[in-house]
């Protein structure tokens, strides 16, 4: 059953790298990605921020536990010149020794730790995923800062800034 996400979509994806440097892949069993690799990514659903979506699609995906660490880009297109589709591109690590990868069978055909040389070299990346381990993204992402309140009347229930320190 797909959902109504309306004509505006906020979707979010994770570079989750390992200690080795390896990036946290899958290959999705649907759209338009099918059979080719690509982040965990997905849905930002209604009351969580951008942040919280991408820690939750990791997880649900992968099993493995992530936290972010900053934002390294976003992507924006238009679709059938009536659909806003939107892409925040997190920065994250995985937050226990477990690396261990448990799939979610329903979504996706495989996930595996890869290097950015393998993910480049593969023939089997999507096209953002490719053009992304071209780059020293880690150097140039935005970091996160918590614990900033822009005022009570704004009623904010979770507020983080993204900036280049």
């Known amino acids: 059953m797909k959902k109504d996400r309306g004509k505006v979509w906020l979707g979010v994806a ?3 790298i390992n200690e080795e440097g390896k990036w946290l892949v899958v ?7 099918k059979g080719m690799w690509s982040l965990p990514a997905g849905f930002v659903q209604y009351g969580e921020t951008a942040d919280e979506a991408v820690v939750r699609e990791v997880g649900e995906e992968t099993g493995i ?3 972010v ?6 992507r924006t297109g238009v679709i059938r010149g009536e659909i806003s589709d939107n892409m925040a591109i997190f920065c994250c690590r995985p937050t226990s020794e477990r690396q261990n990868i448990l799939i979610q069978e329903m979504e996706l055909s495989d996930a595996r730790w890869l290097t950015v040389e393998e993910i480049a070299a593969s ?3 999507s096209v953002m995923l490719e053009e992304m381990a071209c ?5 140039h992402q ?9 005022g009570d009347i704004f009623e ?7 900036y280049n320190k």
Do not use: M, W
């Open 65 to 67: 536990q992530c936290e």
């Open 14 to 16: 994770g570079i989750v």
């Open 123 to 125: 023939g089997e990346a």
């Open 142 to 150: 935005l970091y996160k800062k918590d614990g900033i309140n822009p």
């Open 156 to 162: 904010y229930s979770a507020y983080r800034l993204f």
């Open 135 to 139: 780059h020293e993204l880690v150097q």
């Open 27 to 33: 290959k999705k069993k649907y759209s338009g990605l």
């Open 69 to 74: 660490t900053g934002l390294i880009g976003f």
